[in-house]
């Protein structure tokens, strides 16, 4: 929720005139390894609802890493566009996040 709030704020500064500096060397999705959560051989029914909202997020973060990559072509400016590559890196870096822990809780 934080980096989407972040995103927000971002783009909102643009609305008001003013691009924020971004670096695009994001390496979140790539630095995470989360332990496993649940058995993996087990199939409780928190397990299975919590593959398909993991599932579900990752459909969502391709959707809006998506939408960044159409936007990147519409801008001039290259601020704008440095920016929106920037966001789309995270977003996909968030549907990595998502495939590890389904991948660590054998969900995957």
């Known amino acids: 929720a934080r980096d989407e709030q972040k ?3 971002s783009l909102d500064q ?3 005139g003013k691009v924020p500096s971004v ?3 994001d390496s979140k999705g790539k ?3 989360p332990a496993a959560t649940y ?3 087990g199939n409780s029914e928190d397990k299975k609802a919590d593959c398909y909202l993991a599932t579900d997020c990752i459909g969502t973060e391709k959707l809006v890493s998506g939408e960044y ?3 990147v072509f519409v801008f001039g400016n290259s601020d704008i566009r440095k920016l929106l590559a920037d966001i789309q890196i995270e977003e996909q870096n968030h549907a990595e996040m998502l495939w590890k822990y ?3 809780n ?3």
């Open 39 to 41: 058995d993996s051989l």
């Open 23 to 25: 670096d695009c060397n």
């Open 69 to 71: 990559n159409s936007d």
């Open 7 to 9: 995103h927000f704020d």
């Open 14 to 16: 643009v609305i008001k």
């Open 31 to 33: 630095d995470y390894s």
């Open 102 to 104: 389904k991948t660590a």
């Open 106 to 108: 054998g969900m995957a």
